[in-house]
């Protein structure tokens, strides 16, 4: 009888952008179909992540990605909107986890008892993993974005606020998909 305990990784991707949504993931590796090379997204090159991503879903016991929208980034603020990703990914798992491990400062409220680990992408497994699934989903999301928009250069930063990104805004003005909370956009907005 296998009285392994499963622990749900929990990470986010997005909360520096001036645009787009912020990305959580939630996974629960199977310790029986383990994956080499998981590692904090951040020090994976877009190509380790592109071919890790597809090896988490599928191996993983499961998994799930979550989303809180610009506009709930602007109404709650990029921290409680990032927790609200996270509880909406932890939630959605089609597995119940024992425990929740997640990157950072703060857990979500979510009825399973979680522990907040800093620089826990790079310390546990699960959250690695959850790490690039919440970059690549991310990631992917703005390539459809730079679609609809192609005038700020989203499949190039990703939303982040580089030089082009800045001044693409302050040509084209603000957009449906810019957080109006953050300083550099909410300054390019009429006042009143």
Excluded at 55 to 72: D, N
Excluded at 83 to 112: F, S
Excluded at 114 to 130: M, N, R
Excluded at 146 to 160: L, W
């Amino acid at each position: 009888m296998n009285t392994e305990i499963l622990i749900c990784g929990v990470d986010e991707a997005g909360r520096g952008p001036l645009a787009g949504p912020v990305c959580a993931a939630a996974v629960i590796l199977d310790s029986s179909r383990p994956i080499g090379g998981l590692a904090d997204s951040k020090k994976l090159s877009e190509r380790q992540r592109d071919l890790l991503a597809p090896l988490i879903r599928e191996r993983a016991l499961a998994w799930c990605v979550a989303y809180a929208s610009v506009e709930e980034i602007d109404e709650l603020n990029i921290l409680q909107a990032t927790l609200l990703a996270m509880r909406r990914a932890v939630e959605g798992l089609q597995v119940r986890p024992a425990r929740m491990m997640v990157d950072g400062l703060y857990c979500p409220q979510v009825d399973i008892p979680g522990e907040a680990i800093v620089k826990g992408d790079s310390k546990v497994a699960a959250i690695s993993a959850a790490s690039i699934l919440a970059k690549t989903s991310r990631d992917e999301l703005m390539l459809k974005l730079h679609e609809q928009y192609p005038q700020y250069g989203f499949d190039g930063h990703k939303g982040y606020p580089t030089a082009a990104h800045v001044a693409a805004l302050r040509l084209h003005g603000v957009s449906a998909v810019h957080r109006r909370s953050f300083k550099p956009v909410r300054d390019l907005l009429p006042c009143g």
